[in-house]
């Protein structure tokens, strides 16, 4: 068996992160191997394709991967402008992909299902670090089992949709009527019009991609006869759902809020809050969605179509045989999750973080980019490639480079903290109207000159 040091570092995930991580690895002069389970680099940006980001290309690219790129003559587009995803893989993965020097290293249709020591389970603990990781990959030629010195799992969470059932399990019939439900987002006006067009649709969830999916319905329904639209959310707080507008300092993401609270204001869409999906039946050849509401079971339907936009989660099966500390709520790593937990926090800011919180009991394994936020949402590719700039620096033993963290996310421009908790929550209640803050913590912090929001801070000390 080769020894430690002659083996690749393993990333799994060829999309915006993974990709990342193998040109910060390579410019250190470590060997990378670079798994992908679709047929080509970021095969899940392509399933939303047609959404356009509210992240100018600015923050799109990865520094390093971008001087890469830019040594072959490569050059970013418009770095105001606001790429689709589609646009993202063309112009820049796909590119920086098909470098000589990333290119040898990429392997596609190679699913990595399992992760584990070479000799040893989760329980043996004798010299478990100097045991090389096995990864079992699946392939069209077969099953084999890779070594590697090193993961980063950057698979994200794209595969794994939460279901519709609002306790973590799918409702009663969602498995029976799948073929009427799609999670995500949906082409609505492209390749999956006329799944749309003419029929009642409701959108559940509360986030962004719940939004596009009302937005691209509304102007379906402009101009498709009989196309009709109803939402329906866990929450009640519209505050979080609708956004900073102008406070935010993504001006795409403000808008976006905006024009989903405008089409709710305008009557056009049916908005139930406080509704717990707990089944699906069919009456007259039509769904009826049943949940639970402060007024008791509530039915709403008939509808044609569910869209499912209820986020993610991470799958956790492949690593079931390494040692992780995951945080027991969002089973993001274990660091991440009071910073990061969607019922404390909405400024949208994250302290800065890398490879010390990203690491594992489990010696030489990172969970990176949205897979480290587990199940909370809002992650933003600025958070990723600093994440695997880290990691990698300490993967080749530069601490100092590592530790070096440095991250400044653009906030949300709205910050709250759940009722009765003002004077513990990590935003420390309101913000008086008159101060240009989102929470008092920012107050704070802006007054003694920081930058980005107060909350982070606050809640770094509180722990």
Known sequence: MATQNDLPIAVIGAGPVGLAAAVHLMSRGLPVKLYE???GVAASL????????????????????????ESQGWRMPDAEAFPTADELVTHYLEPLASLPELAPAIETNARV?????????????????????????????????????????????????????????????????ADRIAYGIPDILGRDRALYAGRTTLVAGSGHSAANALLDLARLANVAPGTALLWAMRGTDLVRIYGGGD????????????????????????????????????????????GQSEEGLLQLGPIDRIIAATGQRPDLSLTR??????DPWLE????????????????????????????????????????????A?????????????????????????????????????????????????????PAPVEVDACCVADVDAKAAGKSGCGCASKMEAAE
């Open 37 to 39: 389970a679709g047929n």
């Open 46 to 69: 392509r399933d939303w394709g047609h959404v356009r980001v509210f992240t100018p290309w600015r923050y799109c690219v990865d520094q390093a991967a971008g001087r890469l790129l």
């Open 113 to 177: 299902v399992a992760i584990s020591r070479w000799g040893a389970d989760k329980v043996r603990g004798s010299e478990r670090g100097t045991r090389p990781f096995m990864l079992v990959v699946e392939t069209a030629n077969g099953t084999r089992r890779d070594s590697a010195r090193a993961v980063i799992d950057a698979s994200g969470t794209w595969r794994t949709p939460n279901p519709l059932g609002a306790g973590g399990i799918a409702a009663q019939g969602e498995a029976e009527f």
């Open 247 to 290: 406070a935010d300092q993504l001006p795409a993401r403000g808008e976006l809020g905006a024009d989903v609270r405008d089409l709710a204001e305008s009557g056009r869409v049916r908005l139930a809050t406080g509704f717990a999906t707990v089944a699906i039946r069919e009456h007259d050849g039509r769904l009826i969605v049943e």
């Open 321 to 326: 045989e390494l040692r992780l500390d995951l």
């Open 332 to 375: 993001s790593v274990k660091a991440l999750g009071p910073l990061i937990d969607p019922n404390e926090h909405s400024c949208g800011d994250v302290p800065p973080h890398g490879h010390r919180e990203l690491s594992h009991p489990e010696p030489g394994f990172f969970t990176v980019g949205i897979k480290s936020y587990g199940r």
């Open 377 to 429: 949402p809002t992650f933003l590719l600025l958070t990723g490639y600093e994440q695997v700039r880290s990691v990698a620096a300490a993967i080749a033993g530069d601490m100092a480079a590592a530790d070096a963290v440095q991250l400044v996310l653009p906030e949300t421009g709205v910050c709250t903290v759940p009722a009765g908790r003002a004077s513990q929550g990590c935003c420390g209640g």
